[in-house]
T-cell receptor, first 112, second 115 residues
Framework: DGGITQSPKYLFRKEGQNVTLSCEQN?????MYWYRQDPGQGLRLIYY???????QKGDIAEGYSVSREKKESFPLTVTSAQKNPTAFYLC???????????FGQGTRLTVV | AQSVAQPEDQVNVAEGNPLTVKCTYS??????LFWYVQYPNRGLQFLLK??????LVKGSYGFEAEFNKSQTSFHLKKPSALVSDSALYFC?????????????FGGGTRLMVKP
């Protein structure tokens, strides 16, 4: 967990609202990632970024957007187009794309 | 396409006994293999990795894993389980032949260590 901060820890969203999840790292890592975890399931990749001002779609990018304006920050916006957003969201970073990833503590998003 | 299989949803073991959490993988190039542990409502913690070299890899908290190329397996092991080892364990693979290739995670195995 060290060096990667996700906020908030819990987030409630009304249907039709956009919400933004924060992810900040002070590890000087080039690569950053967003994963979604549903109960009893593994991790699915939403978006990833190898360098500043560049990012790529993962396996389940629909209904999500990201930005990478600074090396240390990779915020995720869950838009109203995401039909089933209730999940546990995990941000991670790695020095490069082919080194181990380190994870934040996660944000649990619930639609009310 | 690459994939990871963790065939057991849950593994039960008594404290002090050895434990094994199974993982098999499929990748077209060189496998980079990882194990992570997740405690409730927390992020994943890195345990160990295999990139190259010795097939037996030692990691954090007394865990180790053995890379078996012929069986495409990377099972996680510990000689003597602790109650505090109870958690969710994930195996992951990356194709090391492709620098931009992403990590693929298995579905996770819940380890329950009973006193």
């Amino acid at each position: 967990d060290g060096g990667i901060t996700q906020s908030p820890k819990y987030l409630f969203r009304k249907e039709g609202q956009n919400v933004t999840l924060s992810c900040e790292q002070n590890l000087n890592h080039d690569a950053m990632y967003w994963y979604r975890q549903d109960p009893g399931q593994g991790l699915r990749l939403i978006y990833y970024s190898q360098i500043v001002n560049d990012f790529q779609k993962g396996d389940i990018a629909e209904g999500y957007s990201v930005s990478r304006e600074k090396k240390e920050s990779f915020p995720l916006t869950v838009t109203s187009a995401q039909k089933n957003p209730t999940a546990f969201y995990l941000c991670a970073s790695s020095l490069h794309m082919n080194t181990e990833a380190f994870f934040g503590q996660g944000t649990r998003l619930t639609v009310v | 396409a690459q994939s990871v299989a963790q065939p057991e949803d849950q593994v039960n073991v008594a404290e002090g006994n050895p434990l094994t959490v199974k993982c098999t993988y499929s990748v077209s190039g060189n496998p980079y293999l990882f194990w992570y542990v997740q405690y409730p409502n927390r992020g994943l913690q890195f345990l160990l990795k295999y990139i190259t070299g010795d097939n037996l890899v030692k990691g954090s908290y007394g865990f180790e894993a053995e890379f078996n190329k012929s069986q495409t397996s990377f099972h996680l092991k510990k000689p003597s389980a602790l109650v505090s080892d109870s958690a969710l364990y994930f195996c992951a693979v990356r194709d090391g032949s492709n620098a931009g290739n992403m990590l693929t995670f298995g579905g996770g195995t819940r380890l329950m260590v009973k006193p």
